[in-house]
């Protein structure tokens, strides 16, 4: 089977950097992606990673370690409107390439 | 980016009736669709894989006697939830995937919440 584990919470103030982990175990894994979701909301793709190393999108950067099973999206410049959830995703290899999600972390950002 | 639509975005129904959801793929063609349920505060929980032209794929625990699933062509997959209860409530999300074998985007439809009284 498969596990995606991040942290449930993490709360930072408007201008910061904040890192949200997450580590996988899984069996043929594909590539780990991130999604962006705001309450009522579908999510929003915001970065993929199939090497390791680091992908930058503007604000939003990703990091992924195959070897340590781990990666990390790194937000920079916070501002208020990315206060939302943030789920990781393992690509599975396999002709449909599935999604399995992790249980999201609740990003809150203050004033 | 690619859109992807959903109809209806909500719906409120009997319990015992079907509600059917629409997912269609507005600018591309998606071989593969995938179906989604979220309950409130928790992930999204892969319910099935739907191929166009042939059957879905259900996960585990997945009744595929109570949610149907038709992908008839490119650009449109349905779900729907028969003889619904309320614990069927829940908000349902599909998603697209770009042809190709290293496409790993999915571009997700915007959820169509259910509650069955």
């Known amino acids: 089977g498969q596990s995606l584990e991040q942290p449930s919470e993490v709360t930072a103030v408007e201008g910061a950097i904040v890192q949200i982990n997450c580590t996988y175990q899984?069996?043929?894994?594909?590539?780990l992606s991130w999604y962006q979701q705001h309450d009522g909301g579908a999510p929003t793709f915001l970065s993929y990673?199939?090497?390791?190393g680091l992908e930058e999108t503007g604000r939003f950067s990703s990091f992924l370690s195959r070897s340590d099973s781990y990666g990390y999206l790194l937000l920079q410049e916070l501002q208020m409107k990315d206060s939302a959830s943030y789920f990781c995703a393992v690509g599975l290899l396999g002709s449909a390439r599935q999604l399995t999600f992790g249980s999201g972390t609740q990003l809150t950002v203050l004033p | 980016g690619a859109v992807v639509s959903q109809h209806p975005s909500r719906v409120i129904c009997k319990s015992g009736t079907s509600v059917k959801i629409e997912c269609r793929s507005l600018d591309f063609q998606a071989t593969t669709m995938f179906w989604y349920r979220q309950f409130p505060k928790q992930s999204l929980m892969l319910m099935a894989t739907?191929?166009?032209?042939?059957?879905?794929?259900?996960e585990q625990g997945v009744e595929k006697d109570k949610f149907l699933i038709n992908h008839a062509s490119l650009t449109l997959s349905t779900l729907t939830v028969t003889s619904a209860h309320p614990e069927d409530s829940s908000f349902y999300i599909c998603?697209?995937?770009?042809?190709?074998?290293?496409?790993?985007?999915?571009?997700f439809g915007p959820g169509t919440r259910l509650l069955v009284l």
């Open positions: 899984t069996s043929g894994f594909y590539g």
């Open positions: 739907s191929n166009e032209g042939s059957k879905a794929t259900y």
């Open positions: 990673n199939a090497l390791d």
């Open positions: 998603s697209a995937k770009r042809q190709g074998p290293y496409q790993e985007t999915q571009y």
